[in-house]
């Protein structure tokens, strides 16, 4: 006898309670896991509370993805616009002797202003450093603190809570990277390394300062002892420490200072990804963030003032390593993470901080609430 579906389902029916135990366990189950699973959304705020603290700061080596953001692409390739081959590269003229001027100086920073110290009036006094040791591939490489977009405008720096020049920006660098005086303003040293940023720029590469996400980054303190470990295996070879040899030092009274972007952990570890050793990068951005943090972590040259960084402190990046901070966390964890409850705890303060401008707002007789809230 064939039975017809309805009535396999009706006869189906007709098992006792027991027979269907399982059935129902399955689908409790399945509700369950349901249940506990995040809701889609939930996470990404992370992520926005990063974008705003970051992308507010425009000196930051990372761009992070906005919430809820497809994966990345992969990051806009200079696929019409070939590596620069320089000097060869560089227009003829009095207007190109001017760039090549900035690109010696850009090239082997020490050497160049030394030999140049009499037409600014002073006498190099930076580090072993070159422009070109962080900047690498002439500053046009992605991943490794590209300058493309630079340009001699006035742009509003959070770090310095001012509209400041191109001029300045390349100062701020040369004081903290390369602990030197700033070059005097209208120096022909000043002009030309300007000059060779802008010409950078204008050869129409498509990247600028592309980075990891924040949830790339593993969400706990970075780990020393892996970090010491990697760094005397893959690092130490060229990088002996303090000591200049084959590669510039990473601590010591040599290398960048304290108040440099790139002794802050989520600026140097993706750089240390993607670019270290050179030609043949072979740390995963995980093994990167723990060297970083053992690099960061060892001596080098203090600068003074870095307290008055960031007057709006709400746009001060997490990871910056020095107070004062818009939260409780304490110094350490702003070096060494974890970033996640930063991140976290300045997002729901800036969600109260509406709240509060919101209830201020309507109590002051203003009863829009679409308009308070685009006040933000
Ligand atoms: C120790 C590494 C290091 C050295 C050396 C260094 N920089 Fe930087 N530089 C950084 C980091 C990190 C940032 C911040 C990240 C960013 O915005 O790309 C930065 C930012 C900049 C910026 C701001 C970006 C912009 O678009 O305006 C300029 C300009 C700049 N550097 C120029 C220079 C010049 C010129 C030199 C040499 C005199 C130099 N840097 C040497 C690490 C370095
Ligand atoms: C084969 C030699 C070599 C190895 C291995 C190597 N580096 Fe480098 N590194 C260099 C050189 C050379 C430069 C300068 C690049 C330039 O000027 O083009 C550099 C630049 C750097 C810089 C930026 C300049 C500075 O001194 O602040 C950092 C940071 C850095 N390396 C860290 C590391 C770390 C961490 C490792 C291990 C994961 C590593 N490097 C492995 C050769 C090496």
Redesign the pocket.
């Given at each position: 006898m064939r039975l017809s579906r309805t009535e396999g389902r009706k006869r189906g029916g007709g098992r006792t309670g027991w027979q269907r135990l399982p059935v129902t366990l399955l689908i409790c189950l399945c509700l369950i896991l349901a249940a506990c699973a995040p809701p889609p959304d939930r996470s990404p705020s992370l992520d926005t509370a990063l974008v705003e603290g970051l992308s507010a700061a425009e000196e930051v080596a990372m761009k992070i993805q906005p919430a809820g953001a497809k994966p990345a692409e992969a990051p806009a390739r200079p696929e019409t616009v070939a590596p620069l081959r320089l000097p060869d590269d560089f227009p003829h003229g009095r207007k190109g002797e001017v760039i090549r001027a900035g690109w010696e100086i850009f090239d082997d920073t020490p050497a160049a202003l030394s030999a140049g110290a009499e037409h600014a009036g002073t006498t190099y006094d930076g580090n072993a450093?070159?422009c070109?040791?962080?900047h690498?591939?002439h500053g046009a490489r992605p991943g490794a603190l590209p300058l493309t977009d630079f340009n001699t405008d006035r742009r509003y720096s959070p770090r310095k809570g001012l509209v400041i020049t191109g001029e300045e920006r390349i100062n701020a660098c040369l004081q903290r990277?390369l602990n030197a005086s700033p070059l005097p303003a209208g120096s022909a040293e000043l002009a030309s390394l300007a000059a060779y940023l802008k010409w950078v720029a204008d050869q129409g590469f498509a990247f600028t300062q592309e980075g990891p996400g924040v949830r790339d980054f593993p969400d706990r303190r970075a780990d020393f002892v892996t970090g010491e470990t990697?760094?005397y295996n893959?690092?130490a070879?060229?990088?002996g420490g303090e000591v200049t040899g084959?590669?510039?030092?990473?601590w010591g009274p040599g290398?960048?200072g304290f108040g440099s972007d790139?002794n802050r952990l989520l600026v140097?570890a993706p750089?240390?990804a993607a670019?270290?050793?050179?030609g043949e990068p072979?740390?995963s951005l995980e093994e990167?963030y723990d060297?970083?943090a053992f690099?960061n972590s060892r001596k080098r040259p203090h600068a003074r003032g870095l307290d008055s960084d960031y007057p709006a402190l709400t746009k001060k990046p997490v990871d910056v390593p020095y107070p004062p901070y818009p939260d409780f966390f304490t110094q350490e964890q702003h070096q060494f993470g974890p970033f996640g409850p930063i991140i976290e705890y300045r997002e729901r303060q800036r969600q109260a901080d509406r709240w509060v401008y919101w209830v201020d707002h309507y109590r002051s007789g203003e009863r829009d609430v679409r308009s308070a809230f685009e006040m933000e």
């Open positions: 450093l070159s070109r040791n962080c690498l591939d990277s990697l760094f893959i690092c070879f060229c990088h084959e590669a510039p030092p990473l290398s960048y790139m140097l750089f240390l670019n270290m050793p050179p072979e740390l990167a060297v970083a690099v």
